[in-house]
Each structure stands twice: as structure tokens, then as C-alpha cells.
């Protein structure tokens, strides 16, 4: 702890931190603009200037920027200081003689960080009588607008781009007053995490294009605390809605999980829930009659009337669980059919590489790191996983992760590592230790220390082999070459003399292989006495809590329906034909006597259900998900209930009402649901805790989802009533629909949105934050399900899979995963599908002259139950004879991986 | 006299080549440097003789190189950079020393980068400079093919490269660590001052950065000794140093004299006084980023100290003048807009700042002021001072204008009661 003296009264603030953030920190406030918490400080702005005094009997002082002046013990300033405050407005004078007075008509009006400070520091009056600078902007592709007039050229969006993001195709040109950001010429921004300079921009230059065709000012959103849906890692959002459409994503701060930023899929990819493949109706199909039926509207009871006829009916009924479901949505269907008709929604792959990273994660020793902790690693090792494309916001952190190792020759210097511009400047290239054993090539490669491409099985052997060399106990590979021995003797010892080394590895390749030798690398290390870490990415929102209820095979189900032995297939929140091949599929459904559908997009399996019962996305669900680190978290629904939409485990409660179950109020609500999922699997027991309960109230209030009460929005349904309806009940959550509540800071994973008097923009986030970077007030949101248990029974797997060899005839078809298109629900919304690639079969060049095909020309591919014909793309790091086919591109899409398939020739 | 500096320019001709260099002594320092002194001996004469930066800051040359780490455990390369990018205004000291005697400047770097045991040496030269930069070039190629540069130089082990790079032309890469990040190929912004260039400079590597008249220097303080070095000056800073007068005087050009030489002796007598016609009104001492010096400082002498203590700075010791045919008001304009075109965009009050500021004084030049903008002017003043910016840019660029409204405010307040410029 150091003692600092701020107008000559003395604080307490933790060492080694700048001014800037131990002032912040202490709530003070102190204007800034290019200082960013995630990344620091570089004094560009020269917005953040106190004044610094030498002693006690120094009266004059001399001005720093706080930002770039160490709160040491005994440092002294003066945060309101006659020359401080004109300074400060000095600064948002100059800052003014060129920004459009535009405020009005302006994106970010309302919510913008160059308005608040603008206020804050007292500049009223503008001199300069000259004419203002213009630019031209640009169009930077379906997710940012640009407006360049605006920029007041902080520098963060070139540093978040190039220096945090590792983009390419976007800089800063240009000198002295004409400074642009942008790119070279007009063009999609390429870098996955290009929607953060939404967040990073002060000011309205970039902006939220999705946003801005359905613009809604900030206080106009109706907003509520939300969980990514759209990959496994389970990023914090804040949902933005309007009169029944989600209308933008921003980022909920999660000090262990996404800190400060999302990636493009998360925050752009919320379009589907707007996409007219939305299901808002009961349906029902009359197959009484002709062959052709559609589905048409059926009132509710009636349709639940003909549900419970089923049940009480006596035949079986079996259900489909979901990993994009919640947690009480999957349990409550498990409990409707009983837990020997519940099946897992997933291919039996998958459950298998699922089920064995929730064992490898139980039996430890490694455990499952934060993404903070991710980037906290000295020395990563990825074994089969293409990060940014499977779990994009991991990609982020790992590319952080390789800055740990080269801070040692910062902290050598002594230099603070939060400024930046120096710490850059002394890294300059140099980057920690980061090893990629993948299929393909990847966009983390150019961070990395060494890549190599390789088929999954020999992706394994080599991580095996580290296993063996860290520790001899672990099973050897004895048929490696001695390059790929001596390889792995040099990556273990890398990993050896790490503090906090990271093995990365997930279902992405689709090999078991893959995800034990991953678990017998970070086992060796531990063994070895180090803080390894084991991070596994899981394809869905929900993979692994639907793996940690559990339940039968898929194929088995499919088999159950086959034999004809079932009277009902209830599917929950998943289409078949992305689980399995389509002739399969056609095949199963055809079969089903009768299908339920309970779901909220109109999918391939939807079109076949007898009965559609449409349920929330995740903008209309209060439900727990758990997340690939083995978090659970809530989401909280923020569209009202609407129409017939209602959440999937209300209306497995209205069946059970309907049958008249008499353990029926354990069901009503999430919270019910959750204390039977805590009572029946001891891994949930924190799942009660995971949220305040509904019952919480904040000085005897809700939580508002609305803004502060003002006359806009008590017009909102003028148009249909003048007088102010009653607002719509929100039994499951302490949350509420309305305006009225308590407006102040909730607890973490209530935080609804980030505002703070004075601080309209989402820079607010400070004001929530115990410190400046540090957990949320009151603890960060989620709790770890999934610990190393303390008794260590584990051992190393042993099954090492042969060396892959090409063969003659037969191709190895893995998959191929794309950040945009290989989500299923991301995909349907306007802004991500253009950014979806077209379909296209990856092949080596030697492998494609082989063929005599050139990119772009059809080739025929076929598999046990499938054959498709697609164009050609040359992949030149792709192993010969492996072809990579892209996952979630194809109407067909439900492949199994790895499978060897064959090519059909002209 | 003693003008070790320029004692062996040619006149009117292409300078000394390898051969004529050694002829009259050249790269005698050189070889004692490298064969008979120590690395230690060489760090003490420096020290000793009381030399200081040429470049401006005036930053004692001894120090600067003491502050580079131990040979020991250091990482490697270590870097020496002659900081050739003279774009001062007012200033072209360097260029002639460049072209005068080009052998001079690459002894100097040798003997320097021995010294701190640097073995890349890079002469960062301004664009426009293609003389000095063809001349430098050739000597350049000479001295390698003779053994001067290269591996193990006159047979002693030590080892240096070195290269001329030509600057693509920025005022800013006159401050060192944005020469620095232009060198590596990055914008040409400056660089925060911790850590130490010395410590990590160039591409992260210690790097010693020395202005051309200040390595020009060093053999001649090998040659004959700290005390002789000391002698050649008026003042306690040790040497001579080349003064240029630009302006309306009758021989506007520079000479070598030695430090601490008065302006009004330099003004008078070299420079041959003002025009006919002309009276003197004032002079920017040190470059155009520094203060007017006005009448009654003529007799102020050249150096660090006196020149600081009479409200200047001594720069580069080339002089501006100012006389009395000339609109102040106009002069400044035209600094100011040199100096607003050359801010490097990184930090607020300079890149906004300094526009505003040639914006006001264009409109009072053409009639347009207002008497508000005399206020305004002052507060930039104010706002653009050291320790608001980023680096020192902007302060040097206030400096001229802040001695402007001090000295010459009449003429300011005439423009605007008058809307027209008094001397058009």
C-alpha cells in the first residue's frame, strides 16, 4: 500500500498503479480520453492532468498527466487546481475546434464519453471563429459505421485494432491536425474483434451499424444483464430492447471473464432473435387428413389439451436435450419424460469429447482458467484448436498471453507495466512463448513461437510425447520421428520453466486423442509441481452443463425411434440435422410418430414438428447456462412476454399443469427448478447462489431494465393508450420491466446497465468496479462449478492413436470451423451472413494438381451417409490428403468429424 | 584563432577525400582512440573538456555517454545515432559541417561508438540534405574500404557498421526518440522519456544519439586534450562553435567561433550588421524556437548559460533576425505555421493547439484580428507550455510567440485597430 495526499488529504491506494487509476479507484473523478484500463496508459490526450507537488512546502507544483505518473508513497497532487481546470478545458477546447456540434443527431449522443467530459470539465464557450476540418469516411463493412468528423484522435482505436487485437487493415495516416483512422481504402474490417471500437471510440467515429438501422437511444433501451449464446465460452452482454426487437449488444464487464471486450459474433450476432425464421406461434400439423400438412396457429389449450392426451396416453415419450438450452429448460424436459427417456442433443462424439473434459476437469489436477487468467499465462500450448474460430474471445486473451513473458525485460528496467508506449517500445517483437498444433493454419499464428499443421491423431502424438517429457511416468510415444521428438523435448522444457503455463485444446478437431493428450500434458506439469492451467473450448452456450446432467445417446434415441417403440419425440431447442447427416435425419423424423418442437427458429427439424411450441431466445429467457471454464451463469430475459413466446421450461410446465403432476410447483420457476437440479446432482449445488433470488430487493426495490422515469418513454404506447399501462410482472427474476426501482448500483449479475451520474457512456464501468481493473462491486458474476477434487485420483491416458497416413483413395475429412457461419443461430442474422464464406472444400495445392483441380472448380465428395459437390479451396498448410470442410456453411451441415470419405471423379 | 571545425574546408570545392583527411591529420584521433586509449580515457577527456550538446538541449556530452549500460551482460547491438536532421529554421550549421569536411563527422562516430562500445552506427540525415548526403555517402565507402568502419577496425577487434539514413523529412525527428521510432519504420511520434534511449533505444537495444557538431568535435578533443578544448572558449562550456545569422543583415552565412562570443559581436562583425536601411528590432538566438532577444541583449554572450539567463535559449546557435522593415506579427505567422504543419498529431494541445494559433495570427496579418485574440494567444501560450505536451515541440513553438506579444505587442494591437497589416 502506498499513501498518496490528493489535495493534501491523505488515501490509501495499492502500489504500482498510476495516478489516473488509484484516483479513479478512489472515486474520484478525473477526466481522460486515451487512457483505456485494459490498455493503459500513453499520454496522447493530455486530458487527465493534475498537479504534481514536490513536497509539503511546494506551492507551485509543476502539471503531469496522471495517467503517466506512478501513485507512489508520498506523491502528492492536486486533482482541482486553477491551472488544472483550464487546462482540462483548454484540452476540450481544442478538442471542440474541429468535432461537429452534431450531438442531436449523433449515434453516440447520450451515451458518449466526449459529452461527459466535455461537462466535466466545465469548457462552455467557443472561441475559434475558423472553419472546422472534414473527412471523408468510409464504409467499413455490415458491422461499423464510421464517421471520421467526429474522431478526436485518442489513438484507441488504433491501439486497440493493431496493438491489442493484432489487426492489419486498419491505422492511423496521415499528420498533424489531418490525422484519419481507417483503413487503406473502403472495405469490410477484417479483425474479429472490430466491434469493440464501438466500446474503445469516445465518440460517436464508430458505431454500431446493426444499431443505427433500428436506432434507439441509450435511456429509449429497455436493458437487462444477458450470457452470450453464440459459442461456449459464455461472455457477459448487455441486451439492448425496444418494442419487442433486441436492438444492440454491448459488453457486461466480468473481471474473469471478457473484461472489456466481446467478439463480432457475440455482439452482432444477436440479429436472428429480429430474423423472420422467428417461431411467435403456437403451430400444429393436422396429419389427419392429407399427406401435405402445415403447420398451422392452434390455440394454447387446446394444443396442451392434445399434449397431455399423449402423456396420459401411456405410450413412451422421449425428449431431446439441447446445449444451446438453459440449464432449467434441459432438466425440466428430463424430468417430464424421466431421466431413461432423456437424451443428450449432441452427436455421440461430441458427448464423448464432452464427457471426458468434464472428467478430465474433475479428476484435475489442472484446473480450468478465467480468460484473466488465460492472459496471465507465460507459456501456452494449443493442441488441435483453431481458438479464434471455435471461442473467439479466448483468441483475444492468448494473444495478450504472449506479453507476460517479455514483461520481464520491462519490470528489468523498471518501468511500469501500464505504460503501454514504453512497454511496447522495450518488448518491441519479442513475444512469450505460444506453440499451435492445429489442422490448418490459424489467426493466433502470427503470435505464435512455432506452428506446425498436422492431422488430429498426430496432434496428439506430439502432445503425448510433451506429456512423456515432462514426465517420464507419462506414456511414451515410441514411433515419433526425432524431429517431432526433439519438438516436443524443447516445448516441454519451455512448459517447465513457465510459472503458469496453459494447455489449450477442445472438441474442435473432433478427436478424444486430442483432449487426452491435452489432459496428460497439463497432468505432467502438475506433477511436476507447476500452476498449469487446462482450458478446453466446447462448441455451444450450453455444451457443458448439458453434459454435466447427462443422459442417453443419440443414437440410441434414434434407435428407440426406429424400432418404433416410441409414441413421442419432444426436441428441445435443436435441429437434428446439425447433430447428424441428413439422410439419417430425414430418416429419423420421418419415422417419429409424433414430433414436438420446442423451439424459437424455424429450423429443418421445426418444419417437420406435429406441434411447435415457440420458446424465448435468449433475449426472452431467465435461464443458467454453464460455460467451457465450468461457470454457470443467469441470463436474464429483457423482452417482456409477448404473444404466445415463453420461455422452453414454461411450457414443460404447462404440461406438467396440464397432467396435473402433484411435484408441480417444483417446476414453475427457475428458481424451483434450480434447487431440484442442486438437490439431484451435487455439481449444481451453487446454482441457487448463481443470482440473487427473485425475492431481492434492493432498499425494498426491483431493478429496473428502464432508464430513470422521464416523459419519452412514458409515451412510448401512446399511439395505443394514453394512459401509462401497467408494466408486465416478472416473477422469476429481481429484476423488473419498468422505470421504477433502485437505480444504483446493483449487485454484479444484476447489472443491467452501466451508467453513473456524469458517466452516461459505458466508461461508467469504473464507477462499478471495487478498483480500476478489478472485480465488480461485490464479487464478479458466476460461480465455478467444476473444481480439481482434492483427492487427485487421476492417472494418464495411455490409448495414443497410430500416426495418420494419407491414403490413396480416401481423404481424412475434418472439419473447418468460421467465427461467421459455423454458429448456428449468429448465421441467420443479416449483418453476420454477409461475412459467412461460401461453402467450399479445403485441400492441399499438391493434393488439389493431383486431382487437376483448380480453386473454385466442383469437386465431388462422399462420405458413409452423405455426398455433396463443392468448389475447390486451396489451403496450402493443410496436411496432404486431409480435406477440411467447413462446419455450419452447408444446408447439410450435420458431418461427423473425423471421418474418411472419398472423392467421386469426373 | 584556433577553428579546428572548419580548419580543413575547401572553399568553393568538393571536400577532402580519405586521403587528403589523413594528410592533414585526419583519423590520427581514431587510431590513438582505438589503439592506445581506453574506453575510459576517452569517456574522461570528454567529460574533462566540457563539451556539451550541439543539437540544443545543451546536455553535457560526457554524461550523456556515461549514461549508456556496462558492455557487460548488455543486449545486443548497441546503437550510436548522429542526429543529422537540421530543421530548425535558422539552422544549417550541420549541413555545412556535413559537406565542409564529411571524414570529420565519421571519425567522431567512430572514436564515440568505440567509446560506448556501440557497433551500429546510423547518420540520420533530413531529405533535403542531398548534398551532405552524397558527400557522407563517399566517405562513408572510403573509410570501409580503408578499415575505418567494418570489422575489426585498424586490427583492434572493435567492429562498427554504419549507415546513412535518409529522413523522409520531419521536424519531429529532430526530437530523438521519434527519430528513433522513424528509424524502425513506425510513425515519427515521440516516445515517453523512461526508459532511458541509452538503456532501450533503437529496436530496444541501448542507443546513444549525438548531434553531427557535437561528434564533429570529439577528435579534435582527442587530439589535443581536454585543457586545449577548454582554452578555445570564452565561457566555461568548452570549444568553439559554428554560429549562423540569417536574416537582413549584409553577410548573412557562419563561422566559427569560439562559445560565449556576443551577439552583438557575431551580429557586427561577422555578419557585417543590418542592412542599409534596416535597424535591428530582434533576434530569435538559438533557432526559431526560441525567444526574441531584443536590443538590449546584444551584448549577451553565446552560451547555454547567458543566453538562458537573458530569457532565451542558445539552441543551435543560429540566429534569426529580426529588423525593422519586417512585420513581427508576419514572422511569427510564418514560424507558427511551420511549426502547426510539423506537429506529429499525437497529443491534443500541439496538434489542435498550434493550428488555432497560425489560424489567429494570419487573421490579424490580414486585417481580420480581433481584440479578443490577444487574450487567446495568450492562453495557447499558456496551454502549449512544458509539461502540457506531450514532448517539447510545441514549448519551442510558443517561445517565439511569447517574446512576440512581450516585445512586440504594439504592433500586434496596431494590426488589429488598424485591420491591416502596418507593413504591406
Same mark, same amino acid.
Given at each position: ?69 506512478? &501513485? ?29 456540434? #452534431? ?505 417437420? &414438428? #406435429? ?197 490413396? #483413395? ?97 | ?111 564515440? &561508438? ?168 530582434? !533576434? ?31 539552441? !543551435?546557435? !543560429? ?53 479578443? #485574440? ?51
Amino acid at each position: 500500500m502506498a499513501t498518496i495526499f490528493i489535495d493534501n488529504v491523505p488515501y490509501h491506494v495499492q502500489d504500482g498503479q498510476n495516478l489516473l487509476s488509484a484516483c479513479l479507484s478512489l472515486g474520484f473523478n478525473i477526466p481522460y480520453f486515451c487512457w483505456h484500463p485494459a490498455m493503459h496508459a500513453v499520454g496522447a490526450c493530455r486530458m487527465c492532468a493534475v498537479k504534481q507537488f514536490r513536497d509539503e512546502s511546494d506551492t507551485r507544483g509543476s502539471i503531469v498527466m496522471s495517467c503517466m505518473t506512478p &501513485a507512489s508513497d508520498g506523491t502528492r497532487v492536486s486533482i482541482d487546481d486553477d491551472d488544472i481546470r483550464e487546462f482540462r478545458a483548454a484540452v476540450i477546447e481544442f478538442l471542440m475546434l474541429n468535432h461537429p456540434h #452534431d450531438c442531436p443527431v449523433c449515434d453516440e449522443g447520450g451515451e458518449c464519453h466526449l459529452q461527459d467530459m466535455t461537462v466535466l470539465s466545465g469548457h462552455v464557450y467557443r472561441r475559434n471563429r475558423f472553419k472546422k476540418r472534414t473527412y471523408i469516411n468510409q464504409n467499413l463493412g455490415p458491422f461499423i459505421n464510421h464517421e471520421m468528423n467526429r474522431c478526436i484522435q485518442c489513438y484507441r482505436c488504433v491501439r486497440f485494432y493493431r496493438d491489442y487485437a493484432g489487426g492489419r487493415d486498419f491505422n492511423v495516416f496521415g499528420v498533424h491536425d489531418r490525422i484519419y483512422f481507417g483503413r487503406c481504402s473502403d472495405g469490410t474490417l477484417e479483425n474479429e474483434f472490430s466491434g469493440n471500437l464501438v466500446e474503445v471510440c469516445p465518440t460517436g467515429v464508430f458505431t454500431d451499424k446493426t444499431l443505427r438501422k433500428q436506432y434507439t437511444r441509450k435511456w429509449d433501451l429497455q436493458t437487462a444483464p444477458s450470457v452470450c449464446p453464440h459459442c461456449g465460452l459464455g461472455c457477459n452482454t448487455i441486451v439492448g430492447e425496444r418494442y419487442g426487437s433486441v436492438r444492440r449488444i454491448l459488453n457486461r464487464y466480468n473481471h474473469e471473464l471478457n473484461g472489456y471486450f466481446l467478439c463480432d459474433r457475440g455482439r452482432f450476432g444477436y440479429e436472428f432473435v429480429n430474423c423472420d425464421r422467428r417461431i411467435r406461434q403456437l403451430l400444429v400439423k393436422d396429419k389427419s387428413g392429407d399427406s401435405e400438412a402445415f403447420l398451422q396457429p392452434i390455440e394454447k389449450q387446446q394444443a396442451l389439451h392434445s399434449l397431455s392426451e399423449i402423456f396420459r396416453s401411456g405410450a413412451p415419450v422421449i425428449g431431446l436435450g439441447s446445449p444451446r438450452a438453459s440449464l432449467e429448460a434441459n432438466f425440466s424436459l428430463r424430468s417430464l419424460v424421466g431421466p431413461e427417456n432423456f437424451y443428450i442433443g449432441i452427436s455421440d462424439p461430441e458427448f464423448q469429447m464432452i464427457s471426458r473434459i468434464i472428467e478430465v476437469l474433475r479428476n484435475g489436477p489442472a484446473h480450468s482458467p478465467s480468460l484473466r487468467e488465460v492472459e496471465q499465462s507465460d507459456a501456452v500450448l494449443i493442441l488441435g484448436e483453431d481458438v479464434t474460430n471455435t471461442a473467439p474471445r479466448l483468441a483475444l486473451s492468448l494473444r495478450q498471453s504472449v506479453r507476460q513473458k517479455p514483461m520481464e525485460m520491462v519490470d528489468r528496467l523498471k518501468v511500469p507495466r501500464w505504460l503501454d508506449g514504453s512497454v511496447r517500445q522495450i518488448v518491441q517483437e519479442n513475444k512469450g512463448p505460444l506453440y499451435i498444433f492445429s489442422p490448418v493454419a490459424t489467426r493466433l499464428d502470427d503470435v505464435a513461437t512455432k506452428t506446425l499443421q498436422l492431422a488430429p491423431d498426430d496432434i496428439a502424438r506430439i502432445g503425448f510425447q510433451i506429456a512423456h517429457e515432462i514426465d517420464p511416468e507419462a506414456p511414451p510415444v515410441s514411433d515419433l520421428t526425432a524431429n517431432f521428438r526433439g519438438l516436443a523435448a524443447n516445448i516441454a522444457e519451455t512448459l517447465k520453466q513457465a510459472s503458469v503455463p496453459l494447455v489449450v485444446s477442445g472438441t474442435g478437431c473432433g478427436s478424444i486423442h486430442v483432449i487426452n493428450a491435452a489432459a496428460n500434458v497439463t497432468r505432467a506439469l502438475r506433477s511436476k509441481g507447476k500452476r498449469a492451467g487446462l482450458s478446453y473450448t466446447v462448441p455451444e452456450c450450453n455444451s457443458l452443463g448439458l453434459g454435466l446432467i447427462g443422459g442417453g445417446n443419440i443414437s440410441d434415441c434414434f434407435q428407440r425411434i426406429m424400432s418404433c417403440s416410441v409414441n413421442t419425440f419432444i426436441v428441445l431447442e435443436n435441429d437434428l440435422y446439425r447433430r447428424a447427416e441428413v439422410q439419417i435425419t430425414d430418416q429419423i423424423l420421418n419415422n417419429c410418430k409424433r414430433l414436438i418442437v420446442i423451439d424459437h427458429i424455424m429450423s429443418r427439424t421445426a418444419e417437420k &414438428a #406435429d406441434i411447435m411450441l415457440p420458446s424465448g431466445t435468449f433475449a426472452e429467457t431467465t435461464g443458467s447456462f454453464v460455460n467451457s471454464e465450468g461457470r454457470c451463469q443467469r441470463q436474464f430475459r429483457v423482452i417482456p412476454p409477448t404473444g404466445e413466446i415463453q420461455e422452453a421450461h414454461q411450457w414443460i410446465f404447462d404440461i406438467m399443469t396440464s397432467l396435473q403432476w402433484d411435484t408441480l410447483r417444483h417446476f414453475s420457476d427457475i428458481e424451483s427448478i434450480g434447487e431440484l437440479l442442486a438437490a439431484e446432482f451435487p455439481v449444481f449445488k451453487p446454482l441457487p447462489e448463481v443470482a440473487p433470488r427473485s425475492s431481492f430487493r434492493e432498499f425494498g426495490q426491483k431493478i429496473p431494465r428502464q432508464s430513470h422515469r422521464y416523459s419519452g418513454r412514458t409515451s412510448m404506447l401512446a399511439n395505443i393508450t394514453v394512459n401509462e399501462p401497467k408494466p408486465p410482472d416478472d416473477p422469476e427474476s429481481p429484476l423488473s420491466f419498468s422505470m421504477e426501482g433502485y437505480q444504483g448500483i446493483p449487485p454484479a449479475s444484476l447489472i443491467q446497465r452501466f451508467w453513473a451520474p456524469g458517466w452516461n457512456s459505458s466508461q461508467s464501468v469504473n464507477k462499478f468496479q471495487s478498483e480500476i481493473n478489478g472485480p465488480l462491486i461485490g464479487g464478479d458474476p458466476g460461480q465455478r462449478l467444476i473444481e480439481p477434487s482434492a483427492s487427485g485420483k487421476w492417472s494418464y491416458f495411455t490409448d495414443i492413436p497410430e500416426p495418420y497416413k494419407p491414403q490413396d #483413395d480416401l481423404w481424412l475429412m475434418i472439419p473447418k470451423f468460421h467465427v461467421f457461419g459455423s454458429e448456428e443461430l449468429s448465421s441467420l442474422g443479416p449483418a453476420i451472413s454477409e461475412r459467412i464464406p461460401k461453402p467450399y472444400v479445403g485441400i492441399n495445392p499438391k493434393d488439389a494438381e493431383s486431382l487437376g483441380k483448380q480453386e473454385g472448380e466442383k469437386v465431388a465428395v462422399a462420405g458413409e451417409n452423405f455426398s455433396i459437390s463443392v468448389p475447390v479451396r486451396i489451403i496450402k498448410s493443410l496436411p496432404r490428403g486431409i480435406m477440411a470442410l467447413p462446419v455450419g456453411l452447408f444446408t447439410l451441415d450435420g458431418f461427423t468429424f473425423p471421418q474418411w470419405v472419398r472423392i467421386v471423379r469426373d | 584563432m584556433e577553428k579546428p571545425l572548419t580548419q580543413h574546408f575547401v572553399i568553393g570545392g568538393e571536400p577532402l577525400d580519405l586521403a587528403g583527411y589523413e594528410k592533414v591529420g585526419g583519423y590520427e584521433a581514431c587510431r590513438k582512440s582505438l589503439k592506445s586509449l581506453t574506453r575510459d580515457d576517452i569517456m574522461k577527456l570528454v567529460k574533462d573538456s566540457n563539451l556539451r550538446g550541439r543539437g540544443g538541449a545543451g546536455f553535457p556530452t560526457g554524461l550523456k555517454w556515461s549514461s549508456m549500460p556496462s558492455s557487460q551482460n548488455s543486449p545486443r547491438p548497441r546503437y550510436l545515432i548522429a542526429d543529422a536532421d537540421e530543421m530548425e529554421p535558422g539552422a544549417f550549421k550541420d549541413r555545412i559541417l556535413m559537406e565542409g569536411n564529411p571524414h570529420q563527422l565519421i571519425e567522431g562516430l567512430i572514436i564515440c &561508438a568505440y567509446t560506448v562500445d556501440a557497433e551500429i552506427g546510423f547518420i540520420f540525415i533530413r531529405s533535403e540534405y542531398t548534398k551532405a548526403a552524397a558527400r557522407i555517402n563517399k566517405a562513408i565507402r572510403e573509410a570501409y574500404e580503408k578499415g575505418y568502419l567494418g570489422f575489426n577496425i585498424l586490427g583492434t577487434g572493435f567492429n562498427l557498421d554504419l549507415k546513412l539514413h535518409i529522413s523522409s523529412g520531419r521536424y519531429i525527428c529532430g526530437e530523438g526518440t521519434a527519430l528513433t521510432n522513424s528509424i524502425e519504420g513506425h510513425r515519427a511520434i515521440p516516445r515517453h522519456k523512461a526508459p532511458r534511449q541509452t538503456e532501450s533505444g533503437l529496436w530496444g537495444m541501448p542507443t546513444l544519439l549525438n548531434n553531427v557538431e557535437t561528434l564533429c568535435n570529439i577528435p579534435h578533443v582527442v587530439n589535443n586534450g581536454a585543457e586545449w578544448f577548454r582554452g578555445l572558449s570564452k565561457c566555461k562550456d568548452g570549444g568553439t562553435k559554428i554560429f549562423g545569422v540569417s536574416g537582413k543583415v549584409r553577410n548573412p552565412g557562419c563561422w566559427e567561433l569560439p562559445m560565449g562570443t556576443t551577439i552583438r559581436e557575431i551580429l557586427e562583425e561577422h555578419a557585417g550588421g543590418m542592412r542599409d536601411g534596416l535597424k535591428f528590432r530582434g !533576434t530569435l538566438p538559438g533557432g526559431a524556437s526560441t525567444d526574441f532577444l531584443v536590443e538590449q541583449h546584444l551584448d549577451t554572450p553565446m552560451d547555454y548559460d547567458s543566453v538562458q539567463k537573458a530569457g532565451s535559449r542558445f539552441g !543551435t546557435g !543560429t540566429m534569426i533576425i529580426l529588423d525593422n522593415q519586417t512585420c513581427p506579427v508576419g514572422m511569427v505567422h510564418n514560424l507558427e505555421s511551420f511549426f502547426s504543419r510539423e506537429s506529429c498529431g499525437w497529443c491534443t494541445p500541439c496538434r489542435e493547439g498550434l493550428p488555432w494559433t497560425a489560424k489567429i495570427l494570419a487573421a490579424i496579418e490580414d486585417g481580420k484580428g480581433e481584440p479578443r #485574440d490577444i487574450d487567446t494567444l495568450d492562453f495557447l501560450v499558456r496551454s502549449l507550455g512544458p509539461g502540457r505536451t506531450f514532448c517539447a515541440l510545441a514549448p519551442g513553438a510558443m517561445e517565439p510567440l511569447r517574446s512576440a506579444l512581450k516585445f512586440f505587442r504594439e504592433d500586434f494591437d496596431a494590426h488589429i485597430k488598424e485591420k491591416r497589416c502596418p507593413w504591406r
